[in-house]
């Protein structure tokens, strides 16, 4: 058995979150990387995150990743926060310090942008508008990481559109609110769409929405990862569109939270690609 002292401990933090798939990506890189420790998850239930993380320094975890419902709680609890969690209001990552404290990171900007790279080399944020479907927290993350990298134009649609106008107000002009009945004419020239609904799911209702009007070498990306191929991802390969699954997106904000907890930058095999697939 390992020393006390050199076996670290991370895992996610959400309520619920025994579905989660994270330990299987981390235990995987710890074992293939020699790092003596576990991931495991944590059910922490609303109104307890805070004890819950103010207690991770002395049970020596790295740190953990955050998931619902807790994402945007953590900003106000870190005692550090990254720009980007900042602007966005939600963080998925937390490291704890060697002085304790604790630093809150987001890295599904990073996850939903190596995602599309991984999957569409070519494709650049200044090609054309892009159009992200919901105003939710993974939209916001969407939009800043979009206008982060150069969109010039990203169409934001919402069934509430003065939640699409707060994104205008907040993120600045290259954000265009349109209703949720204007969907499919959104889609004109648009050279991404994303989907940060819950549409598609599993348990929920399809996304509703006609690819008529989208050009046939835009991206289309789905944030939902169960099922991993979704209606819309179906519809979109069908008419010969490149389509992104949420799964990368999971995968790729991992990385940067490994290496920060533990100092090595894991890569993905296809192994476990597959490992998380069957998942």
Same mark, same amino acid.
């Given at each position: 058995?390992?020393?006390?002292?050199?076996?670290?401990?991370?895992?996610?933090?959400?309520?619920?979150?025994?579905?989660?798939?994270?330990?299987?990506?981390?235990?995987?890189?710890? %074992?293939?990387?020699?790092?003596? &420790?576990?991931?495991?998850?944590?059910?922490?239930?609303?109104?307890?995150?805070?004890?819950?993380?103010?207690?991770?320094?002395?049970?020596?975890?790295?740190?953990?990743?955050?998931?619902?419902?807790?994402?945007?709680?953590?900003?106000?609890? =870190?005692?550090?926060?990254?720009?980007?969690?900042?602007?966005?209001?939600?963080?998925?990552?937390? *490291?704890?310090?060697?002085?304790?404290?604790? =630093?809150?990171?987001?890295? $599904?900007?990073?996850?939903?942008?190596?995602?599309?790279?991984?999957?569409? #080399?070519?494709?650049?944020? @200044?090609?054309?508008?892009?159009?992200?479907?919901? =105003?939710?927290? @993974?939209?916001?993350?969407? *939009?800043?990481?979009?206008?982060?990298?150069?969109?010039?134009?990203?169409?934001?649609?919402?069934?509430?559109?003065?939640?699409? %106008?707060?994104?205008?107000?907040?993120? &600045? =002009?290259?954000?265009?609110?349109?209703?949720?009945?204007?969907?499919?004419?959104?889609?004109?020239?648009?050279?991404?769409?994303?989907?940060?609904?819950?549409? &598609?799911?599993?348990? %929920?209702?399809?996304? $509703?929405?006609?690819?008529?009007?989208?050009?046939?070498?835009?991206?289309?990306? $789905?944030?939902?990862?169960?099922?991993?191929?979704?209606?819309?991802?179906?519809?979109?390969?069908?008419?010969?569109?490149?389509?992104?699954?949420?799964?990368?997106?999971?995968? %790729?904000?991992?990385? #940067?939270?490994?290496?920060?907890?533990?100092?090595?930058?894991?890569? *993905?095999?296809?192994?476990?690609?597959?490992?998380?697939?069957?998942?």
């Amino acid at each position: 058995m390992s020393h006390p002292a050199t076996f670290r401990l991370a895992g996610v933090m959400g309520w619920p979150v025994m579905h989660s798939r994270s330990p299987r990506l981390h235990n995987s890189w710890m %074992q293939r990387y020699g790092v003596s &420790g576990y991931y495991a998850p944590l059910p922490v239930e609303p109104g307890r995150l805070e004890a819950a993380l103010r207690a991770l320094p002395a049970l020596n975890f790295a740190g953990c990743n955050v998931t619902l419902p807790h994402k945007e709680e953590i900003v106000r609890i =870190a005692d550090h926060v990254d720009p980007a969690a900042k602007a966005i209001g939600a963080a998925n990552c937390v *490291v704890v310090r060697d002085d304790g404290s604790l =630093a809150a990171f987001n890295y $599904d900007v990073f996850g939903f942008m190596e995602a599309l790279r991984a999957q569409a #080399p070519s494709w650049r944020a @200044a090609q054309g508008p892009a159009v992200v479907l919901g =105003a939710g927290g @993974a939209a916001r993350a969407v *939009v800043y990481g979009l206008i982060a990298e150069g969109a010039r134009e990203v169409r934001v649609v919402n069934r509430t559109l003065e939640r699409a %106008q707060a994104f205008a107000d907040e993120f &600045g =002009a290259a954000v265009k609110p349109l209703a949720w009945e204007n969907r499919a004419e959104a889609l004109a020239g648009a050279m991404l769409l994303v989907n940060t609904t819950s549409n &598609g799911m599993v348990g %929920q209702q399809p996304l $509703d929405i006609s690819l008529d009007a989208l050009p046939r070498n835009a991206l289309v990306n $789905d944030i939902v990862y169960t099922p991993l191929e979704t209606p819309l991802l179906a519809a979109a390969r069908a008419r010969g569109n490149v389509a992104v699954d949420g799964l990368g997106m999971l995968i %790729q904000q991992a990385r #940067p939270a490994f290496r920060d907890w533990f100092g090595i930058m894991p890569d *993905v095999t296809a192994e476990e690609r597959a490992m998380m697939e069957a998942a």
